[in-house]
T-cell receptor, first 116, second 111 residues
Framework: ETGVTQSPTHLIKTRGQQVTLRCSSQ?????VSWYQQALGQGPQFIFQ???????GRGNFPPRFSGLQFPNYSSELNVNALELDDSALYLC???????????????FGPGTRLLVL | GESVGLHLPTLSVQEGDNSIINCAYS??????FIWYKQESGKGPQFIID?????DKRQGQRVTVLLNKTVKHLSLQIAATQPGDSAVYFC??????????FGTGTSLTVIP
């Protein structure tokens, strides 16, 4: 088990609603990345936060936004939910800051989001 | 765009045999690669990693081989056990933040 935790574990929303997902990074990690994993697919990078600033973004629309807090925990917010947003949302943390092992990302268990 | 693909979507092996899972990547600038194992209902679990300045790295029962000439990565699992049954992903990066994942290979171990 990694030290990355996510909440909630499952969530059901309706189209057009907004959702906030939460992630606590592993101790000693200052970088958090969010991924979306559709059923039967590999994770797709949404964005990364390093020391409370966005540090890279994948091909996702602006209605996907995030925050990182001083304790390095993070939130993923999705506005105007669409049916295709149904997926497993994964959070990963890494040490950041350079160095041989700083890039290695460790994943949490994910939040399963269902949009009806 | 990035493309990380797998040669076989499913693989079945007998318990005790060795498993080999393959992965092709398209970005020659990628310099760091990770193999993850994902069991049903769980997040990806780190197995082993390798940097582009190496061509082989060994862990406990696992070995990763990197062939930069043909942009190919493989994961070898020795003496495969039922607990190894899962989906395996290779992931690569050239930026250090954004990892690109393949579709995954489903490994089934037959007792």
């Amino acid at each position: 088990e990694t030290g990355v935790t996510q909440s909630p574990t499952h969530l059901i929303k309706t189209r057009g609603q907004q959702v906030t997902l939460r992630c606590s990074s592993q101790s000693g990690h200052n970088t958090v990345s969010w991924y979306q994993q559709a059923l039967g697919q590999g994770p797709q990078f949404i964005f990364q936060y390093y020391r409370e600033e966005e540090n890279g973004r994948g091909n996702f629309p602006p209605r996907f936004s995030g925050l990182q807090f001083p304790n390095y925990s993070s939130e993923l917010n999705v506005n105007a939910l669409e049916l295709d947003d149904s997926a497993l949302y994964l959070c990963a943390s890494n040490r950041g800051g350079g160095g041989a092992q700083s890039q290695t990302q460790y994943f949490g268990p994910g939040t399963r989001l269902l949009v009806l | 765009g990035e493309s990380v693909g797998l040669h076989l979507p499913t693989l079945s092996v007998q318990e005790g045999d060795n498993s080999i899972i393959n992965c092709a990547y398209s970005n020659s600038a990628s310099d760091y690669f990770i193999w993850y194992k994902q069991e049903s209902g769980k997040g990806p679990q780190f197995i082993i990693d390798i940097r582009s300045n190496m061509d082989k790295r060994q862990g406990q029962r696992v070995t990763v081989l990197l062939n930069k000439t043909v942009k190919h990565l493989s994961l070898q699992i020795a003496a495969t056990q039922p607990g190894d049954s899962a989906v395996y992903f290779c992931a690569e990066t050239n930026t250090g933040n954004q990892f690109y994942f393949g579709t995954g290979t489903s490994l089934t171990v037959i007792p």
